[in-house]
């Protein structure tokens, strides 16, 4: 019978979505979760590197698509194309700088676990996160300072650097740590970390919906348009990059979410207090699409691998006659 963090692990795309309702829902428990947000950006990033399989990674590592391309698309041409369409959309300066600061996040460090519970190639999303993690503290500072052109931030590329690579080198220097001492343990209760990842997930999910209710009592419209271009970001990221994939329909998904969903929360915790109000808002707001998705798209897996197959019988059909 499996255990309770098997079971989370297993539902965890439901149980990541409930803890976006509970946080709007239940303001106490959203407000008692945000101290914890910085320890919980630390677990997913330590989760992340303690479920990497070294031969695994350096298959994977060995594909540049993957080592590379992936995660250059990801955190340098994303960024780039959001800092040119805010101005050309008309969009005001604090929200195009949200954007570009959300694209410079590396994929979110559940995505490996998330493509886990989906059945995708969870090797390939974690080696593409990680390689991202890794250029992050170089791309993000100074993609941010030359593409967020909003007069009333100032946002320091040193100092921002400085809190990326301690963040992220803090939890490396744990992860080879573990790896070194307890590496037997880790090979036999992987799930169980993955089951700790879902549960860090969910407290972090429910600490970003803080102040979130009263945000929507206080200027609902506001809140929407956040919420609106949360939604018209990730998913344009998920299906431009879906359309532009070659191969099957979970191979287009994991890339998908590599790009839509990210570790805003990495760069929220970097940010510190130059995170203004409008940043802090569209972060939270992003935060919607990352941990209500993957539900939509479990079940859209299934529609669309028999789509394919129905599509691919059709055209054997056709060449046979």
Known sequence: MPGP????TRNGPTVLAAGVFLGLLVPT????????????????VLGTLLRVD??????????PAVSLALPLCAIVVCPVIAGFAGPALGLPPAWTLALVLAFCAPPSSGTSAVARMLGLDAAVALVATLAAMALVPLTAPLLAHWLGRDPGVTIDPSSLALRLLLLVGAAEGVAILVRRFAKGHLEAHGS???????????????????????AIFDDPRLVVAAIALAFAANLGAQCIAYLLTPGSVRTRFNVALLMGNRNVGLLWAALGSAATPAVALFFACAQLPVYLLP??????????????????AARELGASK
């Open 5 to 8: 963090l098997a079971v989370l």
């Open 29 to 44: 428990l959203a407000e008692l979760a945000r101290p914890l947000m910085p320890v919980t950006v630390f677990v997913f």
């Open 54 to 63: 070294p031969a695994t990674v350096l298959a994977v590592a060995r594909r």
């Open 192 to 214: 169980a970390i993955d089951g700790v990842v879902v549960i860090a997930l969910l407290v972090f999910a429910t600490g970003t919906m803080a102040g979130m209710q009263q």
């Open 295 to 312: 539900r939509v798209i479990q079940s859209l897996l299934p529609w669309l691998e028999s789509l394919g197959e129905r599509r691919r």
